[in-house]
């Protein structure tokens, strides 16, 4: 498939030139080769953004596109990022928006150059608070994902003979991102199937999806909750989680206290397991940012070069990674 798409369309360039003349044959098969898109991500130093850029860059190297890697960690600074992108030629670009509710906004600049635009992770809102159906998006299946890490931690909590009614949990939530809410939905509703007490969830609000913001939401809840020896963790992803797991230990908890369990595995997971000591953070339900980079761009790519819109939404499934088994899991995932 890779290989046959951009071979279909030099094809009919080729008898579009052969009807006609040598010339449009040539600048059919130059326009082939100059297909140029964006991918705009909100985090560009967080390794799944890094690794979702680079899919899709090597994707581009062997298809023949290219991909101009951005960064738009505001709204200023991702309209200025469309600017650029059409200056240079590009004809559409992928991207994982800083906030949701800028979706409008974006699409107006980029029907201003009449570029085709597809979301990646996190998914536009329209001024009603509903997903924009209109913009095809690739992501992950968040409430779903959410329960594996639910699951994950009850299964660890058992493996550590801990009594559910006196285990806390610090939820660290951002209700602002409807991906962010329904994963940590679903590893709430798992959690309490599996016999956790709803009153020993405890909110840690973060005011955006990285270390630095849940460890400032995480430091208070573990000063105000002494009482508790037992602790687990969760959020929208791992860094978050890494965040709760740092606060964890400068309050005093040892790793055995602690089971945090993330989403994403990528570097910064990478990077926990492979300390020589085990930490608080137990595990990650790892999805392929390689695929998602990959996927995404091909879809543009194909809507561009083809015709073909892709599909309005396509959810991603992920897989638990643990310090036992990170390395295969890694492979396996391609990552
Ligand atoms: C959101 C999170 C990222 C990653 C992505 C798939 O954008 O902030 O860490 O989980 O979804």
Redesign the pocket.
Known sequence: MSLTIPMTRTLLGMAAGLALSAGPLTAQAQSDEDVKMGFIV??PE?A??INEQEAATALGEEKGFEVVRLSGEDGQEVLSAIDNLNSQGAEGFVI?PPDVRLGPAIMNRAKQYGMKVVT???RFLNSDGEPMEDVPHL??SGYKIGEQVGNAIAEEMDNRGWDPDEVAALRITNYE?P??KERTDGATAALLESGFKKDNIFDAPQQN?DTSSAFSAASPVFSKRGDFEHWVIYA????SVLGGVRASEQYGLDPDQVIGVG??G?GAAFAEFSRETPTGFYGTVA?S?TM?GRQSADNLYQWITEGEKPKANTETAGKLMTRENWEDVREELGL
């Open positions: 909100k985090k967080q799944w953004f994982c990646v992770d996190d992501g992950m991102l991906t962010a999806t929208l992803n791992e860094e989403i994403n990528s999805v940012s998602h």
